[in-house]
């Protein structure tokens, strides 16, 4: 019997040196979850992240370290340390706008001794590259199979799946017509995977991140998986092996459905979308699934019978608001009558800013604006007044440097010019009412190169219909301005950014007192671009955000940009705010506060980390004694405000680029 079992085990070695596709041992036959690898029981793997994009899951892979992003080929290829000769491969990814002559790797497969690729799948704008290594070639050779004319960067799930045998590869992409490439050199038939390691969205550096999401990687050896994947109805949905993290789906209710009670009683009960409720509905029952209501009709309105709190599940993309150009600042605003609108305040000019109306589910362009590197915009309203002022940073073609206060007309229904008012390289306006009169406050930043200048406090004369200047406040390369009131007294919050030489510095607080502001408190700041002050039952907190940390006397940090964002809280028995919180932050140019149901969260503005511009911003929970905790991690890039805003269909949030003409307003799902 042993010299059979010798024989046995020379042949089995044999054949998996050569690549012996009949052995299941070499070949690996079940499908390989390359995703699975980096997602222990634990939870995801150290830069790993799970996030929510039109309905579905997938992994955000984020880190500085591309190593963390990598596992060894052997825990793959368990019985062989060979790659298939005749495999496919499978992908369902959402890929982000890639700048022009830019790869993204998906993933690579790289032996630790060799800078070169073994295998590998990459992406350019309208183009798929597959690469492999042929040691057949002395020394050595790495090869490219590119598909041309495939465009992926929409924002929207996408399902490849690239077939591999000998020179043909073929790529279906969403379960269409397969691009067929035969090339001279074909797949090798022996390609070693020792001392190899997997590289998930990157080929062992920096450069060449993938910066999208990633559902679905998985290798299946020894066959074409298109027939596999599209039989399904929904191609993009199909699990050939996705990890069990990503595979929460929530269930989209299609279509009304009656259900009926037994006995032939006649009370019906309604499922899905809001139904109608006319005299023919009164008396039946409603079941909202999303927000587990139940409403009883009353003949003209649905009334509430038992409804459970809203909150925040998960938050996904909604909209992708293409901007005249980067957009430093939003406003998010109603008119009575009229309807829900968003002011962008765009870099370039022309084109200007832009003004967009809430039609039909989504933001519409409505009316175009001149400005000059426009920072943000302010919504007002005196008496039946409306008003938009937006703060100009640079000057007009005619060197004039002015921000304008802009009045809506009923009659033409667009805004138009109603006072302009000399500042200061403006970054933000903030109106308020004292006692029953109306002010309007301008951020001036710097006059040339001097940012230790007065910012100015206007107020409303009913007598000329103008703004006119009430109070000057020395401020340094300020920011924002934050007006609040508690009980009877009212405050102004400035947050000062650079003084010429530093960041970290003083920013202040002042409270109305005998008709002017009078400085209430000092709070050192590091480059403060933000307040945001909000409410929390009784309590009141003030939050700022920090952009980074510079002082041109000492040495320079590692990085300027990784900084404590700080929360403040009123202490009445005190009578100054303390604080309360610090919170990790990169870069932070905003907070926005909002609530859903009893819940209450924070947004930040994270905008740059140090080396990329394309960062996770952050929505922070309230938990009680625990402060603020992470809650959901957003793809964000040079995010530079957020405004939250609701609607007769839901809850959303509304964020602008300052490094790309593209805003995004994302919905959050309640359940």
């Given at each position: 019997?042993?010299?059979?079992l010798?024989?046995?085990?020379?042949?089995?070695?044999?054949?998996?040196?050569?690549?012996?596709?009949?052995?299941?041992?070499?070949?690996?036959?079940?499908?390989?979850?390359?995703?699975?690898?980096?997602?222990?029981?634990?939870?995801p793997?150290?830069?790993?992240?799970?996030?929510?994009?039109?309905?579905?899951?997938?992994?955000?892979?984020?880190t500085?370290?591309?190593?963390?992003?990598?596992?060894?080929?052997?825990?793959?290829?368990?019985?062989?340390?060979?790659?298939?000769?005749?495999?496919?491969?499978?992908?369902?990814?959402?890929?982000?706008?890639?700048?022009?002559?830019?790869?993204?790797?998906?993933?690579?497969?790289?032996?630790?001794?060799?800078?070169?690729?073994?295998v590998?799948?990459?992406?350019?704008?309208?183009?798929?590259?597959?690469?492999?290594w042929?040691?057949?070639?002395?020394?050595?050779?790495?090869?490219?199979?590119?598909?041309r004319?495939?465009?992926?960067a929409?924002?929207?799930?996408?399902?490849?799946?690239?077939?591999?045998?000998?020179?043909?590869?073929?790529?279906?992409?969403?379960?269409?017509?397969?691009?067929?490439?035969?090339?001279?050199?074909?797949?090798?038939?022996?390609?070693?995977?020792?001392?190899?390691?997997?590289?998930?969205?990157?080929?062992?550096?920096?450069?060449?991140?993938?910066?999208?999401?990633?559902?679905?990687?998985?290798?299946?050896?020894?066959?074409?998986a298109?027939?596999?994947?599209?039989?399904?109805?929904?191609?993009?949905?199909?699990?050939?092996?996705?990890?069990?993290?990503?595979?929460?789906?929530?269930?989209?209710?299609?279509?009304?459905?009656?259900?009926?009670?037994?006995?032939?009683?006649?009370?019906?009960?309604?499922?899905?979308?809001?139904?109608?409720?006319?005299k023919?509905?009164?008396?039946?029952?409603?079941?909202?699934a999303?927000?587990?209501?139940?409403?009883?009709?009353?003949?003209?309105?649905?009334?509430?019978?038992?409804?459970?709190?809203?909150?925040?599940?998960?938050?996904?993309?909604?909209?992708?608001?293409?901007t005249?150009?980067?957009t430093?600042?939003?406003?998010?605003?109603?008119?009575?009558?009229?309807?829900?609108?968003?002011?962008?305040?765009?870099?370039?000019?022309?084109?200007?800013?832009?003004?967009?109306?809430?039609t039909?589910?989504k933001?519409?362009?409505?009316?175009?604006?001149?400005?000059?590197?426009?920072?943000?915009?302010?919504?007002?309203?005196?008496?039946?007044?409306?008003?938009?002022?937006?703060?100009?940073?640079?000057?007009n073609?005619?060197?004039?440097?002015?921000?304008?206060?802009?009045?809506?007309?009923?009659?033409?229904?667009?805004?138009?010019t109603?006072?302009?008012?000399?500042?200061?390289?403006?970054?933000?306006?903030?109106?308020?009412?004292?006692?029953?009169?109306?002010?309007?406050?301008?951020?001036?930043?710097?006059?040339?190169?001097?940012h230790?200048?007065?910012?100015?406090?206007?107020?409303?004369?009913?007598?000329t219909?103008?703004?006119?200047?009430?109070?000057?406040?020395?401020?340094?390369?300020?920011?924002?301005?934050?007006?609040?009131?508690?009980?009877?007294y009212?405050?102004?919050?400035?947050?000062?950014?650079?003084?010429g030489?530093?960041?970290?510095?003083?920013?202040?607080?002042?409270?109305?007192?005998?008709?002017?502001?009078?400085?209430?408190?000092?709070?050192?700041?590091?480059?403060?671009?933000?307040?945001?002050?909000?409410?929390?039952?009784?309590?009141?907190?003030?939050?700022?955000?920090?952009?980074?940390?510079?002082?041109?006397?000492?040495?320079?940090?590692?990085?300027?940009y990784a900084?404590?964002?700080?929360?403040?809280?009123?202490?009445?028995?005190?009578?100054?705010?303390?604080?309360?919180?610090?919170?990790?932050?990169?870069?932070?140019?905003?907070?926005e506060?909002?609530?859903?149901?009893?819940?209450?969260?924070?947004?930040?503005?994270?905008?740059?980390?140090?080396?990329?511009?394309?960062?996770?911003?952050?929505?922070?929970?309230?938990q009680?004694?625990?402060?603020f905790?992470?809650?959901?991690?957003?793809?964000?890039?040079?995010?530079?405000?957020?405004?939250a805003?609701n609607?007769?269909?839901?809850?959303?949030?509304?964020?602008?680029?300052?490094?790309?003409?593209?805003?995004?307003?994302?919905?959050?799902?309640?359940?």
């Open positions: 019997m042993l010299a059979p010798l024989l046995w085990a020379v042949l089995l070695q044999w054949a998996c040196g050569r690549g012996g596709r009949s052995w299941q041992h070499c070949t690996e036959l079940r499908p390989l979850d390359v995703l699975a690898e980096l997602l222990p029981g634990s939870g793997a150290r830069g790993v992240r799970v996030l929510q994009a039109w309905g579905l899951s997938g992994l955000q892979l984020r500085s370290r591309p190593r963390a992003l990598a596992f060894p080929a052997s825990r793959l290829f368990l019985h062989c340390d060979r790659f298939p000769e005749e495999f496919s491969i499978i992908v369902t990814l959402r890929v982000l706008p890639v700048p022009t002559k830019r790869n993204e790797y998906i993933f690579t497969l790289m032996a630790e001794e060799s800078p070169g690729v073994l590998g799948l990459r992406y350019s704008p309208n183009k798929l590259h597959f690469l492999f042929s040691p057949e070639h002395a020394g050595g050779w790495q090869n490219r199979v590119t598909f004319n495939v465009s992926l929409d924002g929207r799930w996408h399902t490849l799946v690239l077939a591999v045998s000998g020179q043909s590869f073929s790529l279906s992409v969403d379960c269409g017509l397969p691009k067929d490439v035969v090339v001279e050199t074909p797949f090798p038939a022996s390609l070693s995977v020792k001392r190899a390691s997997f590289y998930l969205g990157n080929r062992r550096r920096r450069k060449g991140f993938f910066t999208g999401l990633l559902r679905q990687l998985v290798l299946l050896p020894g066959a074409d298109t027939p596999r994947i599209c039989t399904a109805m929904d191609y993009k949905a199909t699990a050939l092996s996705i990890p069990a993290v990503l595979q929460d789906i929530p269930v989209k209710a299609v279509s009304n459905e009656v259900l009926k009670y037994p006995h032939g009683a006649n009370m019906k009960v309604t499922l899905g979308s809001r139904p109608p409720c006319t023919q509905e009164k008396a039946q029952f409603w079941f909202n999303s927000r587990r209501g139940l409403y009883l009709c009353n003949g003209s309105a649905w009334i509430s019978m038992l409804e459970v709190k809203q909150r925040l599940d998960y938050v996904e993309e909604y909209q992708d608001l293409v005249n150009s980067e430093m600042g939003v406003e998010v605003f109603t008119i009575p009558r009229v309807g829900l609108f968003a002011a962008t305040a765009n870099r370039h000019s022309p084109p200007g800013s832009a003004i967009y109306k809430w039909d589910g933001f519409v362009l409505y009316q175009n604006i001149p400005t000059y590197q426009a920072q943000s915009w302010k919504y007002f309203t005196i008496g039946k007044k409306i008003f938009l002022a937006v703060a100009n940073f640079e000057q073609d005619r060197g004039q440097e002015f921000s304008v206060i802009y009045k809506w007309s009923h009659r033409k229904e667009k805004f138009v109603y006072q302009r008012i000399t500042t200061h390289s403006a970054r933000d306006w903030e109106a308020f009412v004292i006692e029953g009169e109306a002010f309007l406050a301008v951020v001036n930043h710097r006059e040339g190169n001097n230790n200048i007065d910012s100015v406090i206007y107020r409303w004369n009913p007598s219909g103008l703004f006119e200047t009430n109070q000057t406040i020395p401020t340094s390369g300020a920011y924002d301005w934050e007006f609040f009131a508690i009980g009877p009212s405050f102004l919050a400035v947050a000062n950014t650079f003084n030489t530093s960041t970290n510095i003083y920013s202040h607080i002042y409270i109305w007192l005998s008709g002017s502001f009078q400085l209430f408190q000092s709070i050192l700041t590091f480059g403060a671009a933000d307040w945001e002050v909000f409410h929390i039952g009784d309590r009141v907190f003030l939050a700022v955000a920090n952009s980074h940390s510079y002082d041109s006397r000492i040495p320079a940090p590692s990085n300027f900084i404590n964002s700080s929360i403040y809280e009123l202490n009445i028995t005190a009578q100054m705010f303390v604080k309360f919180q610090d919170l990790l932050t990169y870069s932070a140019l905003d907070w506060f909002f609530s859903v149901g009893d819940d209450s969260f924070l947004v930040v503005a994270n905008s740059f980390d140090g080396f990329t511009f394309s960062i996770n911003s952050i929505i922070y929970r309230w009680g004694y625990e402060g905790v992470a809650a959901h991690r957003l793809p964000t890039v040079g995010c530079r405000d957020w405004e805003f609607t007769t269909e839901g809850s959303y949030l509304l964020y602008s680029s300052a490094k790309e003409p593209l805003s995004k307003v994302l919905k959050l799902k309640t359940t």
